[in-house]
């Protein structure tokens, strides 16, 4: 079976190197002809919203999955009426829009941070008024890894973020002083089985995923985690790997935001689970048998952003599990990351320290 893959960024890279072990085939779309992917299947090169490259795409593979986010929901369609696409189009839609994604979590009783569309300079003054500071001002759509946000922490920062943002539809959130930030990622079949990973803790910076942990073994919030999942997931028919990320405010979830898509939070499973974010993602899409989701020991994954660290280095931390994505060093570009899995959570806090020290911070 071929797979064909919206996007060869190293999520797509990672979906493919999981899924030859499975005798799946796959070809690329992207912008870019020396993405990621491309070290390790055949890429069509073309723009995310050009027609004849996603039909190309589309007629050379049985069905069609993406990577990436910002792919437009009129372009997807186009190839969903041609193959097969998973997740589904509509999940894509609802997430590429901070506005929607909460409106439907609340739709689903998941609790979310206050929150005001912001289409005015008017609109964020009524928003500040209703939200209060400390708030967020975020893009609606198009942001990820924390560019286009501004923190709004007094009056003075109101007209500055306006002058920012404000060409585009904004959202402001009231601000979450979260204790941690957790993930939960899982899999829906195409004949409706699901499964859950445990809990990832992440630590961001910048807006930057930096550090996972996992698992973050909490029964009451993995049982909560899992409900909104299922609700989200259930909502679209859902298809594929879906994640959910939230802050922990006062030991309960509040819903930042969704992906409907494997997840840099989910690295970790690749060596730190039975099965891979990214096998199970093939599997869903296929109609294969789900694979077991449980942690086999005590994982860390640190992401490698803007550098990398010398591999030998890396690789002389015992249990290393080293990741080049192969992508040219930029600043705030996650260029690859390393996964270490130990037997308790002592070890692998120790191990975890001596990867940090050779990862600029
Ligand atoms: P996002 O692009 O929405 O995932 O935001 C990136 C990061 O910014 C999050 O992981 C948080 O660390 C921080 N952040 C975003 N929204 C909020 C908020 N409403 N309150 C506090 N921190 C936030």
């Known amino acids: 079976m071929k ?4 996007g060869a960024g190293q999520l797509g890279q990672m979906l493919a190197l999981a899924g030859f072990p499975l005798a799946f085939d796959f070809r690329f779309l992207d912008s870019s002809a020396d993405s990621p992917g491309a070290r390790v299947a055949p890429i069509v090169t073309g723009a995310f919203d050009d027609l004849a490259s996603l039909r190309e795409l589309a007629r050379s593979v049985d069905l069609v999955t993406y990577e990436f986010e910002n792919v437009p929901v009129a372009a997807l369609r186009e190839v969903a009426a041609l193959r097969p696409c998973h997740p589904p189009v509509d999940a894509l839609r609802v997430s ?8 439907l979590f609340g739709e689903l009783g998941i609790p979310t941070p206050p929150f005001r569309t912001v289409d005015s300079l008017v609109d964020l003054e009524a928003a500040v008024a209703a939200v ?18 501004r923190v709004l922490k007094r009056r003075a920062d109101v007209a500055p973020a306006w002058e920012a943002l404000g060409s585009v539809p904004l959202i402001l959130e009231g601000f979450v002083a979260f204790d941690r930030e957790v993930s939960i990622i899982g899999a829906r079949g195409t004949n409706g089985e699901t ?7 992440n630590t961001h910076r910048e807006g930057i995923l930096r550090v996972t942990v ?3 073994r909490n029964a009451r919030l993995q049982r909560a985690a899992e409900g909104h999942l299922r609700r989200v997931m259930d909502h679209f028919g859902y298809t594929g790997v879906l994640t959910l990320e939230f802050f922990v405010e006062r030991g309960r979830l509040v819903a930042n935001e969704m992906a409907p898509r494997v997840h840099n939070s989910g690295h970790w499973t690749i060596e730190g689970a039975v099965t891979s974010q990214f096998e199970n ?17 005590h994982s860390a994954m640190v992401n490698f952003i803007g550098t990398l660290p010398e591999r030998a280095r890396v690789l002389a931390v015992p249990g290393a599990h080293h990741h080049d994505y192969g992508k040219a060093p930029r600043p705030g570009r996650k260029l690859g990351h390393v996964t270490v899995v130990a037997r308790s959570g002592a070890e692998r806090d120790l191990l975890l320290r001596k990867l940090l020290r050779l990862v600029p911070r």
Do not use: C, F, N, W
């Open 3 to 6: 797979i064909g893959i919206v």
């Open 132 to 149: 209060g500071l400390p708030a967020v001002l975020k893009t609606r759509r198009l942001g990820y890894d924390g560019r286009g946000q």
């Open 281 to 297: 993602h093939l599997r869903a899409i296929t109609g294969l048998p789900l694979g077991d989701t449980s942690a086999v020991g």
């Open 195 to 201: 499964r859950a990973y445990p809990l990832a803790l």
């Open 96 to 103: 590429q829009d901070r506005v929607l994604e909460k409106q």
């Open 214 to 216: 996992a698992p973050h």
